[in-house]
């Protein structure tokens, strides 16, 4: 095959740096080494200083095409009717920009063989996996461990299916540019569907307990209240702070907050700890152990904890008696004397509310663990 069939696009515009000898010898259609019917596409471009924003733009498109770098500002993929209108494109995009592109059709590149440069994709591909991979088995060990403590309530679930989900569309990203099949893609698959098992699980077995706890009207769905409007009294407090933290953290992903005087609505808004509001004190609950048990919270040992710290300051009636009450309520009242701004109050507030569920969480996972080991001693 002569050097002339190889390129089958036209080359117009030649570079400073890259003239036609160049791109003529980088091209040539050597056999040598070369898989049955395998053919190439090749991008060369060269780029302005400026617009700095053009080089970043032209890396991320050549990384999301999964192209592969041979040489400076050469990127060569398989070639097929889509990889060549995405650098028909690319080239498009970058000529536009005031730089200069050329796309060429080769049989093969000297100073590559084919297994080289099918070696170089599965490379790339394959740190993908490991990536995504190493994230999923993250979260199926977060799935695990909170399922072992008692923590996987359907709030955390769906934040784990949303998490999930985000991996997933990596995962098919990575896959839809393994052009090569490489080799660690079976097991980053086998990581995703081992996820979405124990999800579906506890979905499943979570959305048995709402449903029985909905025939008792005891128990909502947090899944239903995703991006919602939530309205409560402004100068927030201990039980409308530690709600408002609740309800990021477990109930809504997505929520915005109002705050408006009682006897205010609105339109669409879901109020809290606010006369008249489903969510509000009954008997001797505050808001928070109210939301607690609505959503089907209680069981999670962390939030058990904490309902009763924001019981004790905001009832005053010691009724829990935890210790932890008095430096939680020195520590919210001085974020009212420091910030006015009752979003900024949330923000800060969230934070505090974190870091005492991670503590109480790890507690209690102890102190369940030496009960364990006790009653084992005992038998």
Not at 90 to 113: M, N
Request: aromatic residues 8%.
């Amino acid at each position: 095959m002569s050097t002339h069939n190889i390129i089958e696009v036209p080359v117009t515009n030649l570079f400073v740096k890259v003239t036609i000898v160049t791109i003529l010898h980088i091209v040539t259609s050597i056999m040598k080494h070369k898989l049955p019917n395998q053919e190439w596409i090749l991008l060369i471009h060269q780029l302005p200083p400026k617009p700095t924003s053009l080089r970043v733009r032209t890396w991320r498109k050549l990384q999301k095409l999964g192209a592969t770098a041979i040489k400076n500002s050469v990127y060569v993929l398989p070639f097929n009717e889509k990889t060549n209108e995405d650098f028909q494109w690319l080239k498009q995009e970058i000529e536009s920009s005031g730089g200069e592109a050329t796309v060429f059709r080769a049989g093969s590149v000297e100073g590559k063989t084919d297994d080289e440069i099918i070696a170089a994709f599965r490379q790339q591909r394959d740190e993908d996996y490991t990536r995504v991979r190493a994230e999923l088995d993250g979260l199926f060990g977060a799935i695990r461990e909170q399922k072992r403590g008692g923590h996987l309530s359907l709030g955390r679930v769906n934040h784990h299916e949303a998490e999930l989900d985000k991996l997933h569309t990596e995962l098919e990203s990575a896959i839809a540019t393994d052009f090569f099949e490489a080799g660690k893609r079976s097991a980053a698959i086998a990581a995703y569907k081992r996820c979405q098992k124990a999800l579906h699980t506890e979905q499943n077995r979570l959305d048995v307990n709402t449903k029985l706890g909905d025939a008792h009207g005891t128990t909502l769905n947090p899944a239903e209240y995703q991006g919602r409007h939530w309205v409560t009294r402004p100068n927030l407090h201990i039980d409308r702070l530690a709600s408002a933290w609740l309800i990021k953290r477990f109930i809504d992903a997505r929520p915005r907050f109002s705050f408006v005087a009682d006897g205010e609505t609105v339109e669409g808004g879901i109020p809290f700890d606010m006369f008249g509001a489903e969510f509000t004190h009954h008997g001797e609950d505050c808001t928070f152990e109210t939301m607690l048990k609505r959503f089907g919270l209680s069981g999670d040992r962390g939030l058990a904890e904490i309902a009763e710290i924001v019981h004790d300051i905001d009832l005053k009636d010691n009724k829990f008696n935890r210790h932890e009450a008095v430096g939680l309520n020195a520590i919210v009242r001085g974020l009212g004397e420091l910030l006015k701004d009752d979003r900024k109050r949330i923000q800060q507030a969230n934070v505090v509310f974190d870091s005492l569920y991670a503590l109480l969480s790890k507690e209690g996972a102890i102190t369940e663990k030496k009960k364990k080991s006790a009653l084992r001693r005992k038998r």
